[in-house]
């Protein structure tokens, strides 16, 4: 069983920066495809970004360029660095894993394992 924990969400203002960690069980391993989805209230999960097994990265348009995914094998950690925040990010951040090693056109529900989520509020 892939255990999944979000940490690192919180309160900022418009133009701060968080930096959300998941911490995954030693079975995801590096062969996994990792993302990061985030779901606002009376809205659908959506894609934020997803790392490869080779560490290929993509980005859903409306981060590109201010967040920054990563991954460290040797601790089994999964980062999203968030920079300069804008309140329509407020939303529910998760961890999503699946034994696929590539993430290509993956969509929410090819993702086989989730954690409990970590909030994020911007304010304005």
């Known amino acids: 069983q892939v255990q999944l924990v979000e940490s690192g969400g919180g309160s900022v203002q418009a133009g701060g920066s968080l930096r959300l960690t998941c911490t995954y069980s030693?079975?995801?391993?590096?062969?996994?495809?990792l993302a990061w989805f985030r779901q606002a209230p009376g809205k659908q999960r959506e894609g934020v970004a997803a790392?490869?097994?080779?560490?290929?990265?993509t980005y859903a348009a409306s981060v590109k360029g201010r967040f920054t995914i990563s991954k460290d094998n040797a601790k089994n950690t999964l980062h999203l660095q968030m920079n300069s925040l804008k309140p329509e990010d407020t939303a529910m951040y998760y961890c999503?894993?699946?034994?696929?090693?590539?993430?290509?056109?993956?969509?929410?529900?090819?993702?086989?394992?989730w954690g409990q989520g970590t909030q994020v509020t911007v304010s304005s």
């Open positions: 999503g894993a699946d034994p696929d090693p590539s993430c290509a056109e993956k969509s929410v529900v090819d993702f086989a394992y």
């Open positions: 030693v079975y995801t391993t590096t062969t996994y495809c």
């Open positions: 790392i490869d097994s080779d560490n290929s990265t």
